[in-house]
T-cell receptor, first 113, second 110 residues
Framework: AQSVSQHNHHVILSEAASLELGCNYS??????LFWYVQYPGQHLQLLLKYFSGDPLVKGIKGFEAEFIKSKFSFNLRKPSVQWSDTAEYFC???????????FGTGTKLQVIP | DVKVTQSSRYLVKRTGEKVFLECVQDMDHENMFWYRQDPGLGLRLIYFSYDVKMKEKGDIPEGYSVSREKKERFSLILESASTNQTSMYLC?????????FGPGTRLTVT
């Protein structure tokens, strides 16, 4: 069974700092990769996704992620965070052709004004 | 916009009660999911359904069952609620791998 690791459980940054959240997965075949975000009091929503093609994926609100197949990684980045980015971020993996999605344990990001 | 609704935002039940959590989606999606979300554990899949009357166990199905009689509705059933089932329950529907989540039901079992 596939698994997803998010190594940072809680990250605190000042506004304008750069962000990188790690995500590693264990699955040897084709995968679809996702980052979801949960703002305080809101639904989980999709931030970005990778299915195929360019391994650098751009999402909403200035976020991007890079798929590195050799490292089984899909790290999330943002050059300059804002206070409104305070949220919990979840990485997720779906093996190609399957419906089941496995989520990581999440990273809570706190941005200090 | 896809809309996924859940019957209750907050629910308090007693140990041993039978609990029904309802989820409805309005986008004719074939796939629907139930997760529980606990601090430090992320989202864990309880059950999912890929068609009416079709279901498959997720990672933590023990103590739960599901029902999908209509395409738009997916119900999670706790046959006999226990305190360790106190959690946030999230329903999702999906299309082409992307999941659309409901607002969640925070269930407390006392």
């Amino acid at each position: 069974a596939q698994s997803v690791s998010q190594h940072n459980h809680h990250v605190i940054l000042s506004e304008a700092a750069s962000l990188e959240l790690g995500c590693n997965y264990s699955y040897g075949g084709t995968v679809n990769l996702f980052w979801y975000v949960q703002y305080p009091g809101q639904h989980l929503q999709l931030l970005l996704k990778y299915f195929s093609g360019d391994p650098l994926v751009k999402g909403i609100k200035g976020f991007e992620a890079e798929f590195i197949k050799s490292k089984f990684s899909f790290n999330l980045r943002k050059p300059s965070v804002q206070w409104s980015d305070t949220a919990e971020y979840f990485c997720a993996v779906r093996p190609g052709g399957y419906q089941k999605v496995t989520f990581g344990t999440g990273t809570k990001l706190q941005v200090i004004p | 916009d896809v809309k996924v609704t859940q019957s209750s935002r907050y629910l308090v039940k007693r140990t041993g009660e039978k609990v029904f959590l309802e989820c409805v989606q309005d986008m004719d999606h074939e796939n629907m999911f139930w997760y529980r979300q606990d601090p430090g554990l992320g989202l864990r899949l309880i059950y999912f359904s890929y068609d009416v009357k079709m279901k498959e166990k997720g990672d933590i199905p023990e103590g739960y069952s599901v029902s999908r009689e209509k395409k738009e509705r997916f119900s999670l059933i706790l046959e006999s609620a226990s305190t360790n089932q106190t959690s946030m329950y999230l329903c999702a529907s999906s299309f082409a791998g992307e999941q659309y989540f409901g607002p969640g039901t925070r269930l407390t079992v006392t």
